[in-house]
C-alpha cells in the first residue's frame, strides 16, 4: 500500500529556516492532491499547504509569503520550504496524500530561541 514518510523537522530559531520532505512509497503525487498539516500541543490538525496533481499550490493565510509547497515528480517526493519560521509554526507535521486517504507519521518542528 501507499506509504508516507515525512523528514527534516528539527529545533530553529525564530526567523529561521526548514524544508520539510514527504516521500511517497509508489507513484501517486501526480494522480493526488498533497497536503502538509499540522498539530500543536492541545491543538486540533489543521491544514498548512496543498499541491495539486497538476502542479497548484494553496496556502493557509498564516503561512503566505513564508511557506513554498513543491514537489518533484521523479523522486516521487513533496516539499515545505519554511521560511521566516515563528514560535507559533512549532507543531508536528504531517504529509498526507488526498485520494488514498494516506498519512505520514510527523516530523517535528520546533521554533525557540
Known amino acids: 500500500q501507499v506509504q508516507l514518510v515525512e523528514s527534516g523537522g528539527g529545533l530553529v530559531q525564530p526567523g529561521g529556516s526548514l524544508r520539510l520532505s514527504c516521500a511517497a512509497s509508489?507513484?501517486?503525487?501526480?494522480?493526488?492532491?498533497m497536503g502538509w498539516y499540522r498539530q500543536a500541543p492541545g491543538k486540533g490538525r489543521e491544514l498548512v499547504a496543498t499541491?495539486?496533481?497538476?502542479?497548484?499550490?494553496n496556502y493557509a493565510d498564516f503561512v503566505k509569503g513564508r511557506f513554498t509547497i513543491s514537489r518533484d515528480n521523479a523522486k516521487n517526493t513533496v516539499y515545505l520550504q519554511m521560511n521566516s519560521l515563528k514560535p507559533e509554526d512549532t507543531a508536528v507535521y504531517y504529509c498526507?496524500?488526498?485520494?488514498?486517504?494516506?498519512w505520514g507519521q510527523g516530523t517535528l518542528v520546533t521554533v525557540s530561541s
Open positions: 498526507n496524500a488526498n485520494f488514498f486517504g494516506v
Open positions: 509508489g507513484s501517486i503525487i501526480s494522480i493526488t492532491t
Open positions: 499541491i495539486s496533481g497538476g502542479g497548484r499550490p
